[in-house]
């Protein structure tokens, strides 16, 4: 695991904080209907997807670079880089090479989001 993903002292962008839900993705990029990504101050982002009526959840690490989200999960040996955006509407914008993925924010007003 690189030093830098999860790093509590790296700065993440308030904006991304919170749980945001899958609304569109080109099919070739994989995202199932449903997906939801959980960021949290702390480097720590909860993705979730829906399979067979069920949810797996994944703990990955994440941490911020100059328009990329750099993610990397702690029990395989296996780390992303995607450019990132805040879209319109409350959106999050992930640009893959085959198309964007884009998230919509939801709330959850006991954990201030």
């Given at each position: 695991?690189?030093?830098?993903v999860?790093?509590?002292?790296?700065?993440?962008?308030?904006?991304?904080?919170?749980r945001?839900?899958?609304?569109?993705?080109?099919?070739?990029?994989?995202?199932?209907?449903?997906?939801?990504?959980?960021?949290?101050?702390?480097?720590?982002?909860?993705?979730?997807?829906?399979?067979?009526?069920?949810?797996?959840?994944?703990?990955?690490?994440?941490?911020?670079?100059?328009?990329?989200?750099?993610?990397?999960?702690?029990?395989a040996?296996?780390?992303?880089a995607?450019?990132?955006?805040?879209?319109?509407?409350?959106?999050?914008?992930?640009?893959?090479?085959?198309?964007?993925?884009?998230?919509?924010r939801?709330?959850?007003?006991?954990?201030?989001?």
């Amino acid at each position: 695991m690189s030093d830098d993903v999860g790093n509590s002292r790296a700065r993440k962008p308030d904006w991304l904080l919170g749980r945001w839900r899958l609304v569109h993705a080109e099919p070739v990029i994989g995202f199932l209907p449903g997906t939801c990504m959980e960021f949290h101050s702390d480097g720590a982002l909860r993705y979730t997807i829906p399979l067979e009526g069920r949810e797996q959840v994944i703990t990955l690490l994440y941490r911020t670079d100059d328009g990329l989200l750099r993610t990397e999960n702690p029990l395989a040996p296996h780390a992303t880089a995607t450019p990132f955006r805040q879209g319109p509407g409350d959106t999050l914008v992930l640009d893959f090479p085959d198309g964007p993925a884009v998230l919509l924010r939801e709330q959850d007003v006991e954990r201030g989001w």
